[in-house]
């Protein structure tokens, strides 16, 4: 691989002469693959049982839902799993952010700069429906993947912005727990995985990115609640984005703590640059120490017991439930809405959309949200109509009708999968689609054809 002449030279006066040699011989080695389970469908046990033994590896060490993928690996986006949602594709070493935020069930999180979704799926997955998760991303463009991994995940308690972090610092002042900055940076670690971000930093480098990430920073510390925690990352080697923003935001932020980090699988101290030795509390990862590409960590600390703002109510405060959606609750639904969904969520109707919602809309009034929380379904000529994402959260025993398409023709999984009508024996009316018990999607069936409801931006194209 042929890196900027200018590049090695600064790398060689960070880690010396010997270790970018190493550094070196690791790139010319090819990248390594995984993925991450998501324990709100399965466990890492039950998901190495759906594949043959020399497809997953070893556990990613820094995560422990990560899962190293042999070169025998078949192309695992392509697996019925995966469209379940069963697990996220991800680079190992960009496992470590959310995995080093201890988030807790009930926390409220902020993911502030979250697409695609990496990060908030893991995020989402640790919260276990219980709390509230606020992804943002200053591009709308890019947040719709950033929806499509919340539903495919099902995640029922998220709201998906797309503001800058100064539009939303004064509206959430002090009302996180949890607060994740995965900054965008030059991306010097991505280099073996995509070659093409060289062309990048040669145009922009490390400064265009450092003038970024001390913008963002502070406003992601005012967000923080007293005693919460504050993860920043990036997937850069430059300490002028990496320990300097950590240093000069310490300096300028008495009241927030540096807080060690597990240095397992050959994960690296930070560097003391300015004379402060806490900075070796940060984490670095390099592809010559560790089996994944190059990334940075700092956790962070607001000082004091935690204490989050609640200026305004949590949840939602008015509840209006369409009677289109009681009705085919009834008709659908073994249970209520209200023993599937989180206990805290109100269902509110938004033109023709029904959502259910967490948080009020007095809060979010001004901010441009791309999704108020779980889109349940829409009404349709006084009928409602079921989600892709309302699917996506419910098991087999929450509806009237499921059919498990693993049991029926075998190439049925993958005509649903496209989008194409099936025939046989279903039964009349919404039918839940799953395969081996994991919901892919809605059938609605009349006289044995099924009416194809799977999300068409989902559809395989194959």
């Known amino acids: ?18 270790e970018t040699e190493q550094y070196l011989s690791a790139m010319e080695r090819p990248y390594v693959q995984a993925l991450r389970v998501n324990t709100l469908k399965t466990d890492p046990q039950t998901l190495r049982g759906l594949f043959p033994a020399d497809c997953l590896q070893e556990n990613v060490p820094w995560c422990g839902t990560g899962i190293y993928l042999s070169d025998q690996a078949p192309a695992m986006s392509g697996s019925p799993y995966y469209a379940a949602g069963l697990y996220y594709l991800q680079e190992p070493s960009a496992m470590a952010p959310a995995s080093f935020l201890p988030v807790e069930p009930g926390d409220r999180v902020l993911d502030l700069c979250a697409a695609p979704g990496g990060k908030t799926t893991a ?9 509230f998760l606020l992804a943002n991303d200053i591009s709308p463009s890019r947040a719709q ?23 939303l610092a004064p509206v959430f002042r002090g009302w996180f727990d949890k607060v994740l900055v995965d900054a965008p940076c030059s991306g010097e670690g991505m280099f073996r ?12 480098g490390s400064a265009y990115y450092g003038k970024l990430q001390r913008e963002i920073l502070p406003y992601a510390a005012e967000m923080t609640a007293s005693g919460g925690i504050l993860l920043y990352s990036t997937c850069t080697y430059s300490t002028y984005e990496d320990e300097e923003v950590i240093a000069e935001f310490l300096d300028a932020h008495p009241d927030w703590t540096l807080l ?24 670095r990862f390099w592809p010559h120490h560790v089996r994944g590409e190059g990334h940075f960590a700092a956790l962070l600390q607001r000082n004091g017991e935690i ?26 639904l073994r249970q209520s809405w209200k023993s599937v969904l989180p206990t805290d969520v109100r269902i509110q109707q938004s033109g023709d959309r029904v959502y259910a919602m967490l948080l009020d809309r007095d809060r979010m009034k001004g901010l441009r949200v791309l999704s108020p929380g779980l889109l349940l379904g829409e009404v349709r000529h006084d009928r409602f109509e079921p989600s892709q994402s309302f699917a996506m959260v419910l098991l087999e025993e929450h509806v009237q ?24 024996d279903y039964p009349d009316g919404w039918i839940l689609m799953t395969y081996d018990g994991y919901a892919l999607g809605w059938g609605k069936s009349r006289g044995g054809t099924v009416k194809n409801k799977y999300q068409r931006g989902w559809r395989l194209m194959k």
């Not at 539903?151 to 972090?165: M, Q, R």
Request: include cysteine.
């Open 1 to 18: 691989m042929k890196l900027p002449e200018s590049y090695l030279s600064e790398l060689n006066g960070l880690i010396g002469k010997e």
């Open 123 to 131: 995020l989402g997955a640790k919260l276990q429906r219980a709390g």
């Open 145 to 167: 993947a950033l929806i499509k991994n919340i539903e495919l995940f099902g995640i029922p308690n998220a709201v998906v912005t797309a503001e800058a972090p100064y539009k």
């Open 193 to 204: 995985k995509d070659p093409t971000i060289i062309r990048s930093w040669e145009q922009y």
């Open 260 to 283: 060690d980090l597990p240095k397992t699988g050959g994960i690296q101290d930070g560097f003391p640059v300015g004379g402060r030795q806490d900075l070796v509390k940060c984490a």
């Open 307 to 332: 204490t989050a703002e609640t200026e305004h109510e949590f949840t939602a405060v008015r509840e209006q439930i369409p009677e289109a959606f009681s009705s085919w609750e009834k008709e659908n």
């Open 401 to 424: 009708r499921a059919v498990d398409l693993r049991q029926q023709e075998e190439k049925d999984t993958n005509r649903y999968l496209k989008g194409e009508t099936l025939t046989g």
